[in-house]
């Protein structure tokens, strides 16, 4: 079955820098499309970046040029490279597989202080 494993998260200073990983299994993972979301307290969840399998990249407006999206097809992993972080990225922050229904891991909290 698929499984998605998100790790990373932690408590950083505003400014600081995380790198989030997701571990996948269950599924071809070189041939999926990949995304990472996330959800702040009484906020809808977002979308905040998304590879295809090919490894092209789409990012909300509010991360573009400080976050990156990567995959390693060898370690069926995808990353979410965060950087001068701010207060308002403070989230869950969840991996998903796009395809058919969706498949969703359990989010790794991040939490960023002013």
């Known amino acids: 079955q698929v499984q998605l494993v998100e790790s990373g998260g932690g408590l950083v200073q505003a400014g600081g820098s995380l790198r989030l990983s997701c571990a996948a299994s269950g599924f071809i993972f070189s041939i999926a499309d990949m995304a990472w979301y996330r959800q702040a307290p009484g906020k809808q969840r977002e979308l905040v970046a998304q590879i295809t399998r090919g490894g092209s990249t789409n990012y909300a407006d509010s991360v573009k040029g400080r976050f990156a999206i990567s995959r390693d097809n060898a370690k069926n992993t995808v990353y979410l490279q965060m950087n001068s972080l701010k207060p308002e990225d403070t989230a869950v922050y969840y991996c998903?597989?796009?395809?058919?229904?969706?498949?969703w891991g359990q989010g790794t909290q991040v939490t960023v202080s002013s």
């Open positions: 998903k597989l796009t395809a058919g229904p969706g498949y």
